[in-house]
């Protein structure tokens, strides 16, 4: 198992309401990335944090958002919540540059939407 | 953006035989390309990955081949077994600093049959 955390584990929203998830990036990765994966589909890219600040995002509406501390844990805040946000929601941290390690995944915050 | 094609969407293949899974990319600049194994209620877990001035790697029964003109690369099982019995994801990432901005394909779903 890899060193990455995520909390809560498993979450109900309704239509509209806004949710925060976090993550803890193993030990000593600087490079957060969040990733939707819908029942049946492959992960999709949300967005990268890197040194606090969003480096690259994925083809997600602005209501996804998110943070990353000094510590480099991360949260992905997302308002408004519609019925497709239903997902497992997974964190993944890494440390550059590239070449050096690949990036190891969380267990996943489930988000449901009613 | 990059695009990730995966075929086919499932594949069942009898125990001992070999299993092939085909992925193609669009965007010229991905240079990384991982696979990763995803069990029913699991985070997924990297298997093998390869990087674009390699054209093959191999790790005991798996075994990743890279075309960069044709812009596809494959997954190979071989001598499987039912414990290999999972959904497949593969990946592509386009970036150069921080890297891990996957773009994953949409899975296979591979059943061994005993």
């Known amino acids: 198992e890899t060193g990455v955390t995520q909390s809560p584990t498993h979450l109900i929203k309704t239509r509209g309401q806004q949710v925060t998830l976090r993550c803890s990036s193993q030990?000593?990765?600087?490079?957060v990335s969040w990733y939707q994966q819908a029942l049946g589909q492959g992960p999709q890219f949300i967005f990268q944090?890197?040194?606090?600040?969003?480096?690259g995002r994925g083809n997600f509406p602005p209501r996804f958002s998110g943070l990353q501390f000094p510590n480099y844990s991360s949260e992905l805040n997302v308002n408004a919540l519609e019925l497709d946000d239903s997902a497992l929601y997974l964190c993944?941290?890494?440390?550059?540059?590239?070449?050096?390690?690949?990036?190891?995944f969380g267990p996943g915050t489930r988000l449901l939407v009613l | 953006g990059e695009n990730v094609e995966q075929h086919p969407s499932t594949l069942s293949v009898q125990e001992g035989d070999s299993a092939v899974i085909k992925c193609t990319y669009s965007?010229?600049?991905?240079?990384?390309f991982p696979w990763y194994k995803q069990e029913l209620g699991k985070r997924p877990q990297l298997i093998i990955d390869?990087?674009?001035?390699?054209g093959e790697k191999k790790d005991q029964r798996i075994a990743v081949t890279l075309n960069k003109t044709a812009k596809h690369f494959s997954l190979h099982i071989t001598e499987t077994q039912p414990e290999d019995s999972a959904v497949y994801f593969c990946?592509?990432?386009?970036?150069?600093?921080?890297?891990?901005?996957?773009?994953f394909g949409t899975g296979t779903s591979l059943t061994v049959i005993p």
């Open positions: 993944a941290s890494s440390a550059p540059p590239k070449g050096e390690e690949t990036q190891y």
């Open positions: 030990s000593g990765h600087n490079t």
């Open positions: 944090y890197y040194r606090e600040e969003e480096n």
């Open positions: 965007d010229s600049a991905s240079n990384y």
């Open positions: 390869i990087r674009s001035n390699v």
């Open positions: 990946a592509a990432d386009p970036t150069t600093l921080t890297g891990n901005q996957f773009y």
